[in-house]
């Protein structure tokens, strides 16, 4: 099994562009989630889906975010227009079970930075 | 909001020696996961812990949850260079709502 894909693994933009990063979670797995990272918050849930629905996107910082899961294998993540305060690392993750539960595997991460 | 805290922040320590680290909250998880990231990689979950006083073992590697389920801990015998990483704590709240991560314990092992 090839894991959790990410793409892309870096991404350099300029403030006010639009970024979107990509998932195909692993296959099979019903949930799939949006977590971003950096050292000054950690690693945060942003949104997180079960059967391409999403279930609970409280943790989305703003309007500027939005997520798309258009099917099993593929989810977007998007900022528009992106701001230097978004550069983190944003992994996506998937699993068979719901939070908490044993089996979330995580993907490489995309590392964004926004000039 | 749920928190989880972490201690220590930072440990550095030399192979072959025993740690510990700390993952506290003033909350009631109803599971508590611990995980292991790599520099450029994404976290591995090393285990999860849902039954208060429950100690579970991965072969050097022993996870307690406390009986009240607020606080866990994570020992580590005789380390090796490869447990060198990034040690984050998550829980899931009673309500099965809220998961959140501590902000991590990043250990390194010395040669």
């Known amino acids: 099994d090839a894991g959790v894909i990410q793409s892309p693994r870096h991404e350099v933009t300029e403030m006010g562009q639009e970024v979107t990063l990509r998932c195909k979670p692993i296959?099979?797995?019903?949930?799939l989630f949006w977590y971003r990272q950096t050292m000054m918050r950690g690693l945060e849930l942003l949104i997180y889906?079960?059967?391409?629905?999403?279930?609970?996107d409280s943790g989305m910082p703003e309007d500027r975010f939005s997520a798309k899961m258009p099917n099993a294998s593929f989810s977007t993540l998007k900022i528009q227009p992106s701001e230097p305060r978004d550069s983190a690392v944003y992994f996506c993750?998937?699993?068979?079970?719901?939070?908490?539960?044993?089996?979330?595997?995580f993907g490489p991460g995309t590392r964004l930075l926004v000039l | 909001t749920q928190l989880l805290e972490q201690s220590p922040q930072f440990l550095s320590i030399q192979e072959g020696e025993n740690l510990t680290v700390y993952c506290n909250s003033s909350?009631?998880?109803?599971?508590l996961q611990w995980y292991r990231q790599e520099p450029g990689e994404g976290p591995v979950l090393l285990v999860t812990?849902?039954?208060?006083?429950e100690v579970k073992k991965l072969k050097r590697l022993t996870f307690q949850f406390g009986d009240a389920r607020k606080d866990s801990s994570l020992h580590i015998t005789a380390a090796q260079p490869g447990d060198t990483g990034l040690y984050l704590c998550?829980?899931?709240?009673?309500?099965?709502?809220?998961?959140?991560f501590g902000p991590g314990t990043r250990l390194s092992v010395l040669p």
């Open positions: 993750a998937s699993s068979t079970v719901t939070l908490g539960g044993e089996t979330q595997y």
């Open positions: 296959s099979g797995h019903d949930y």
């Open positions: 889906f079960n059967n391409n629905v999403p279930i609970d």
């Open positions: 909350s009631v998880f109803s599971s």
């Open positions: 812990v849902v039954t208060g006083g």
């Open positions: 998550a829980g899931l709240d009673n309500y099965g709502q809220n998961f959140v």
